[in-house]
């Protein structure tokens, strides 16, 4: 069955880089695009970015700069890579699978809390 | 970037009840329209898809309807387990973007 699975740190400092890994199974990521979606704590969810299986990335315009996404297919996993943390950066991040136009994110990983702070 | 509002922001409710809520559009994503539940402290759910097609396992209670720019989800008799955070994503264009969100609360 389509799962996935967010990994890493709970906390990071402020003006360090944030490392997430989302592991998947139960789908090839040559074939279906995972992508980003954070949700600070009490508010909305905003689209990040995401990655299509042609290998091929989007981004938020507002994230562009400090954002990279990218994956290892051998490994199922997709990672994602932001600079510059700030406080307001402290969210809830979750990977989940865009199975196309008429789908939307049909499957979200249980999403890892991340807090930006000193 | 497509703007997406959604009403009311809160909406309390009488279990039993037929509810609407709605999703605007700032412009026309034809029918890239997605719904999705969000209970507290877990990840959002799927609800429906493309405006108003229905996904398997979620109660034949939800439905969605509408096109362009006007969209709405309803729950046709809300149960307890229905106490939730609605969102609105639209896929026509990127950047992808959510609404807001509706919650449900009990009256």
């Known amino acids: 069955q389509v799962q996935l699975k967010e990994s890493g740190p709970g906390l990071v400092q402020p003006s360090q880089t944030l490392s997430l890994t989302c592991t998947v199974s139960g789908f090839s990521l040559t074939s279906n695009s995972v992508h980003w979606v954070r949700q600070p704590p009490g508010k909305g969810l905003e689209w990040m970015g995401g990655i299509w299986g042609d290998g091929s990335t989007d981004y938020n315009s507002a994230l562009k700069s400090r954002l990279s996404i990218s994956r290892d297919t051998s490994k199922s996993q997709v990672f994602l890579k932001m600079n510059s943390l700030q406080t307001d950066d402290t969210a809830i991040y979750f990977c989940?699978?865009?199975?196309?136009?008429?789908?939307?994110?049909?499957?979200w990983g249980q999403g890892v809390m991340v807090t930006v702070s000193s | 970037d497509v703007v997406l509002t959604q009403s009311p922001a809160t909406l309390s409710v009488t279990p039993g009840e037929r509810i609407s809520l709605s999703c605007r559009a700032s412009e026309s994503v034809d029918t890239y329209l997605h719904w999705y539940q969000q209970k507290p402290n877990e990840s959002p759910r799927l609800l429906i898809k493309y405006a108003s097609q229905s996904i398997s396992g979620i109660p034949s209670r939800f439905s969605g309807s509408g096109s362009g720019t006007d969209f709405t989800l309803s729950i046709n008799g809300v149960e307890l387990e229905d106490l939730s955070i609605y969102y609105c994503q639209q896929g026509n264009s990127l950047p992808f973007t959510f609404g807001s969100g509706t919650k449900l609360e009990i009256k």
């Open positions: 989940n699978r865009y199975y196309g136009y008429t789908y939307g994110f049909d499957y």
